[in-house]
């Protein structure tokens, strides 16, 4: 039995899965699931969802239960997967829809829509987000690619958090119904899309049920914004101090209202607002949340008439501030209604009631119309930029069936779930169709379904005649007293005999007796069950009006947006036709949609909610239950099962089942179809239980694909034990023939080893034996060798002593002679040797006599010689030996100083030691003079423009070293002259014109007013005769000096930029009096004016450098005094007047 399992396990692990029937938990495809029922379908919903398979399909349609947790199962390995993959190929998914309308656009041709319905909190928000982001992993690369997906993605956020907000059911629910239109190239990458929104609940803005918060952005805005804007936005952080923010679900566990905030702003940015744009926007959504802090008191008028008074007018005083609306304007138009019928005006007051009427009606189209620009700006942003063909998909995600107890369903329910009707009505016909033209195309019998149509709810809703929104239009616009009542009566009568109505005012006496519907209410037999409407508020929300002078204030706000928003205000162009009503303009828009969706190929997504708790693991199955009623579910399963209910292309029908057939296992050489008739006939299968079509094979009922699906399981573990046995045995013989072969190959290498160390054996005794024998040998040699040495060394020796024997008797002989020979010879050296002695003293007294006269004469001459040049030799040696001790010292000097020079750089001060101290001077000569060669070596490289840039530095540093505190930091700074290049910049020509000279410096300075201290801007001008100030913005020439009339120039020793310039007295430019100037070019402005003045008048001009100078303002002298101080703009001297006499500078 374990190996049994373990063969299970490995056949499994070893299969690959190629159909939704593989390892299928409950059925994948409620049109297989047998036995059909309410229970039975229930059930394998609740089997799948506990096993976290949140998806399960009905044909092409995809059931999504919300899960309320994250599940591994949208990773982009699982994108991977579900690409390019059949629908039924792998697991139901959302993927697999995703994949196969995007394929469908992208290789068909066809546009697509992909329906996203379900109540709120099913998950319809997460699953049209899941679509989106599958689609753009899946389509193309590229930058301009990527910033189209990321742009249509990112709009999302922005929607969610003005349109979105926290209910019972849900904390994150859309408010409002959305279809996206993507739109693609040939390609298949995204072009841009278009987003249309439907029936925002914008009475959330003013009033909220308990337990539920308003639009997420109120929210967002407060805990995330920084204290400096929300200071800009004049809202506080605190969530009490706003009426029309509910206390009681302000924070939401789990939701990060500061983070999203950052996120949605980025994604504005991201989309394409721009920073005024969203300023404006969030500026709108402050003033609608301080709308509901206005608060109303009751004042009685002369004429007895009730009016109303704002009681605080604080914050209509803030709310005008952030939207540029006359304060006074608002407040009438709180107070006050104006009606105009052709000619005629009449004002009327306002009551408080109706004044928080009007308060309210007013944030709400605020916020309202807000969102909508919103809608537009986005659509502006993604919106496809080229105007090649596009292929679209469609991405519909609106609330679905809503039904409330206690007869809590009012208007929004009502036009909610008429919009579900007309979605349900589509569905059923799309479906059939579709069913139908599949029929067609595969040459399939075509029988009629019966089904339920809603056709007659539709009409009952919509009909222009007689349908409840053309009666309630046809109410708003009676005149006289018009109430919900009346409405109610109106559709008693109208609509009484509908099988589909009910009203407990009816005429029909079957309801008089229903104490379960109460008077002001009526109940509608849905698609989806029986809904209970009260009919109170039907009116005023069908009219959702807002009074004209309201519109009017808002048009001449001078906020841009607020004005847009507001066209109607505009008295030029005012109408007195009565704008249209919500459900007509909801009915338009219906139809528009569906006539838009009619045109695409449907893709349905259905959302189930599994609790209301929220949390995860819970199937509660009576509200799944409900929502399978209200969807229509069980209707969708038997419309398509009614004719087959399981269809596969001959393809991979054949490869799925063609082991249950030796004929076509494994390999089937003819057409697929002929293959899957020949399996079908082995198999002995009814011939009503399926047919064949021009493609696919067509079964009706499931029992039989089970049945397929069972034998194929059976024959799948046998084909397993099969290949089990095979490769067993396989794998037995290639352990055999593989061990042979290794004691084969042991073996011999066994016999070679064994061989090697026989050898080496015989060969080791063979060079013993060897070794003996050569010894032998060699011994044997050796004797005979030393026998013979002996007997010859005998004979040598015998001969060696006769022949001594004979040796010494001749040298006795020998010796005998030689001594006879020997005395006579001694005897005669001796007498030699007196003989030579004797002549020798003799030479020897003779020699040293001559030597004694020649040393005697050598002296004398000597001593002659040193008297006669001793006098000569005294007087010059000294000065001979000096001369050519220096002239040595000197060379030596000169050679290391040769070795020792430093660099051709004026800057280099480096210099070589002084080597003797009587070489000081010539050493310092020396040093100047090298240093005069190299700068004049450095100077010939310089152009004459250098030179003159030289030369001005130069007279700078004459004039400014040691003396302005500003000098060091100019002179690293190039000295430019035509700061403004007035040449060249077309606002200057007028002042180009004027001026004829050629211009030296032209330099914007600060012109300091003696009244007040304060800098005025001047373009400061010098040529060669004159000084020029002009106007900075008209170009217009102010004051024009010649150098002859200025005198002096006065400055601080102090780090600034201020300077006066002297005029003569008496002279036509000193009528007004000196000049006080600033400048950032303090030195150089000053450099060259001292330089032109020079080589204009051939004087020097006087520059005067004190921190306290007098200046010449018309008749009066005033003190400018310079001191040291901390400022308030950081390092900028500022000038301040401290009486009529004194102008302060305060330096840093």
């Known amino acids: 039995m374990a190996w049994e399992s373990g063969r299970k396990e490995k056949m499994a692990k070893m299969e690959v899965k190629t159909s939704l029937l593989d390892d299928m938990i409950g059925v994948g495809d409620m049109v297989l699931l047998e036995p059909l029922n309410e229970d039975s379908f229930i059930d394998n919903l609740k089997k799948r969802f506990d096993h976290s398979e949140v998806y399960t399909y009905i044909g092409s349609v995809v059931i999504s239960i919300n899960p309320y947790r ?111 239109d993507i739109e693609f190239d ?4 995204p072009l841009g899309g278009v987003i249309s929104n439907y029936l925002l609940e914008k009475s959330r803005v003013v009033k909220q049920p308990r337990g539920e918060r308003n639009f997420h952005i109120f929210y967002q805005i407060l805990s995330g914004a920084s204290e400096d804007f929300l200071c800009k936005l004049k809202l506080e952080r605190d969530f009490s101090r706003y009426n029309y923010l509910g206390l009681d679900s302000a924070r939401v566990n789990g939701v990060d209202d500061a983070a999203n905030f950052r996120t949605v702003r980025n994604a504005m940015q991201i989309v394409g607002f721009m920073d005024h744009e969203t300023q404006s926007v969030f500026e709108v959504v402050a003033a609608v949340l301080k709308l509901g802090n206005i608060e109303f008191k009751p004042e009685s008028r002369v004429n007895g008439l009730d009016e109303s008074k704002i009681k605080d007018k604080n914050e209509l005083k803030e709310i005008c501030e952030l939207t540029g609306i006359d304060q006074s304007v608002l407040e009438r138009a709180f107070s006050f209604r104006t009606v105009e019928a052709k000619q005629e005006k009449v004002s009327t007051t306002l ?7 009007a308060r309210d009606a007013l944030a709400k189209n605020l916020y309202s119309r807000l969102f909508s620009w919103l809608v537009t700006r986005i659509n502006e942003s993604i919106k496809a930029q080229t105007k090649v063909r596009k292929k679209v998909m469609g991405v519909l995600d609106i609330y679905g069936f809503e039904i409330f107890e206690n007869a809590d369903n009012s208007f929004e329910q009502f036009i909610i779930n008429y919009c579900n009707e007309k979605l349900q009505q589509i569905f059923i016909e799309l479906t059939l169709k579709e069913e139908q033209e599949e029929y067609i195309r595969e040459g399939i019998e075509w029988t009629h379904i019966e089904y339920f149509n809603n056709a007659i709810i539709c009409d009952l809703i919509e009909n222009n005649q007689t349908g409840i929104l053309a009666m309630l239009d046809e ?165 398509r099962r009614a004719g087959y209910a399981f269809r596969q292309a001959y393809e ?28 079908f006939n082995e198999l002995e299968i009814p011939e009503e239980e399926f047919s064949f079509g021009r493609s696919k094979i067509f079964i009706r009922n499931p029992r039989t694909l089970f049945k397929l699906e069972d034998l194929r ?60 024998i050569r010894g032998w040998k060699a011994r044997k040699l050796l004797r005979e060798l030393k026998h013979q040495k002996r007997c010859n060394e005998a004979a040598t020796i015998i001969a060696a002593y006769w022949h001594g024997t004979q040796a010494r008797r001749e040298l006795r002989r020998l010796k005998e002679e030689a001594r006879n020979k020997h005395s006579i010879a001694v005897i005669w050296a001796y007498w030699l040797g007196y003989k030579a002695r004797r002549e020798l003293k003799r030479l020897k007294e003779e020699a040293r006599r001559k030597h004694a006269v020649a040393v005697i004469w050598a002296y004398w001459l000597g001593l002659k010689v040193r008297r006669e040049y001793r006098k000569f030799f005294r007087a010059n040696a000294g000065r001979k030996i000096y001369e050519f001790t220096l002239q040595r010292l000197m060379q030596k000097y000169f050679l290391e100083m040769k070795n020792k020079m430093p660099s051709l750089s004026p800057i280099d001060k480096n210099w070589p030691a002084r080597p003797y101290l009587f070489l000081d001077s010539t050493h310092k000569e020396l040093k100047r003079i090298f240093h005069l060669w190299r700068c004049k070596k450095y100077r010939d490289q310089f152009t004459d423009q250098q030179k003159l840039i030289y030369e001005e530095k130069l007279e700078a540093s004459e004039l400014f070293k040691d003396k302005k505190a500003l000098y060091p930091a100019s002179v690293g700074q190039p000295f430019q002259g035509a ?95 000196d000049f006080l100037l600033s400048s950032d070019h303090l030195i150089e402005m000053a450099t060259k004016l001292y330089r032109t003045t020079l080589s204009k008048t051939k004087q020097k001009l006087n520059i005067e450098i004190s921190d306290e100078f007098l200046v010449q303002f018309r008749q009066d002298k005033v003190c400018v005094k310079f001191i040291q101080g901390s400022q308030k703009n950081g390092n900028i001297p500022t000038c301040k007047r401290k009486n009529n006499r004194l102008l302060e500078v305060a330096v840093p």
Not at 652 to 679: D, F, I, N, S
Not at 1055 to 1061: E, H, L, P, T
């Open 979 to 1073: 700061y403004l290049e007035i040449s060249k910049n077309p606002k200057y020509k007028k002042l180009k014109d004027a001026v004829d000279e050629k211009i030296i410096i032209a330099e914007v300075v600060n012109k300091i007013n003696r009244a007040n201290g304060k800098a005025t801007s001047r373009i400061f001008l010098l040529t060669k005769n004159n000084v020029l100030l002009a106007d900075q913005k008209s170009g217009n020439i102010k004051s024009e000096v010649p150098l002859g009339d200025v005198t002096k120039v006065s400055m601080s020793s102090q780090n600034d930029g201020f300077f006066a310039v002297h005029l003569k007295e008496g002279s036509g430019a000193a009528v007004k009096g």
């Open 713 to 772: 399981k059976q024959r799948l573990e046998d084909l397993a034990t099969l290949i089990e046995k095979i490769y067993r045995g396989w794998k037995c013989r290639t352990r055999f023939l593989l061990m042979k072969k290794s004691q084969i190959v042991i073996a011999a290498w066994y016999r070679r080893y064994a061989q090697q160390k026989k050898y080496q054996k015989i060969k080791s005794s063979a060079i013993v034996v060897q070794s003996y």
């Open 70 to 180: 994250p599940l591994p199962i949208y990773t982009p390995e699982k994108v991977e997967e579900y690409r390019n993959r059949n629908f039924y190929e792998l697991s139901p998914h959302i993927f697999a829809l995703s994949d196969e309308a995007y394929r469908s656009l992208r290789d068909q041709d066809k546009d697509q829509c992909i329906l996203i319905t379900g109540e709120s909190g099913a998950g319809k928000t997460e699953a049209s987000k899941l679509v989106m982001s599958y689609v753009a992993a899946v389509c193309g690369k590229g930058a301009e690619v990527n910033q189209v997906k990321e742009q249509l993605l990112q709009s999302n956020p922005v929607l969610e958090a003005f349109g979105n907000a926290k209910t019972v059911r849900n904390d994150n629910s859309s408010r409002f119904g959305k279809y996206m």
């Open 351 to 357: 009551n408080v009631a109706q004044a928080y009427y």
């Open 652 to 679: 991979p029908c054949l490869e799925r089942y063609k082991m249950l057939c030796k004929q076509t296992w494994p390999h089937w050489r003819g057409p697929a179809r002929a293959g899957v008739e020949v399996l």
């Open 475 to 639: 109410e708003c616009l009676r005149p006289g007293t018009v109430t919900d009542e009346t409405f109610l009566e109106k559709l008693n009568q109208v609509c009484a005999t509908h099988q589909h109505f009910e009203s407990r005012m009816s005429k029909c006496s079957r309801f008089l007796n229903d104490t379960s519907l109460p008077h002001s209410c009526f109940r509608i037999q849905h698609y989806a069950g029986k809904v209970m409407y009260q009919v109170e508020g039907f009116v005023d929300k069908n009219n959702d009006l807002l009074y004209r002078d309201l519109s009017q204030a808002m048009w001449k706000a001078s906020h841009s947006l607020i004005k847009a928003l507001f066209p109607e205000g505009n008295p030029a162009k005012i109408n007195l036709k009565r704008p249209p009503t919500a459900g007509s303009q909801f009915k338009a828009s219906v139809a528009t949609l569906m006539k838009n969706l009619q045109t695409k190929n449907p893709n349905y997504i259905r959302c189930i909610k599994p609790n209301d708790k929220k949390a995860a693991h819970i199937f509660n199955d009576a509200l799944v239950c409900h929502q399978i009623r209200y969807l229509g579910l069980l209707e969708n399963v038997r419309v």
């Open 186 to 189: 040939f390609k298949g990458d």
